[in-house]
């Protein structure tokens, strides 16, 4: 049981400073393949989503998963399972649609 806590930490001290990093709007550069993009790709991801909010959204997230990592290590580990895996899926379920509906510009 202790085992829980520990990594709940370890997780907490991971995410929740990337997420404040990714939330002030700094953190582009760490969004999967935008670091990998020439700078006409770069250009063209910047025309079609807004990503400030994109960031904003992921660094909000990021928070949310080191939160309730801590609450898996201290909750049931049932319960603490359900709330770290909402705190996944629901948050990437929102970013998802979010590409195809609010994140676009050209909308």
């Known amino acids: 049981m202790d085992i829980l806590i520990y990594i709940g930490w370890i997780l907490a001290i991971i995410f929740i ?3 404040l990093f990714m939330s002030s709007g700094r953190g582009k550069m760490l969004i999967a393949g935008y670091n990998t993009m020439n700078a006409e790709e770069k250009a063209k991801a910047e025309a079609t989503y ?12 990021l928070i949310l ?3 309730s990592a801590l609450i898996w ?11 770290f895996t909402l705190s996944i899926v629901v948050p990437l379920t929102i ?12 909308r």
Not at 73 to 83: E, F, K, L, M, Q
């Open 17 to 19: 400073p990337l997420g």
């Open 73 to 83: 290590g201290y909750s049931d580990p049932i319960i603490g399972t359900v709330i």
């Open 95 to 106: 970013l998802i649609i979010g590409q195809f509906t609010f994140l676009r510009k050209d």
């Open 50 to 61: 807004d990503m400030d909010k994109m960031t904003k959204i992921i660094g909000i997230m």
């Open 65 to 67: 998963i080191g939160l």
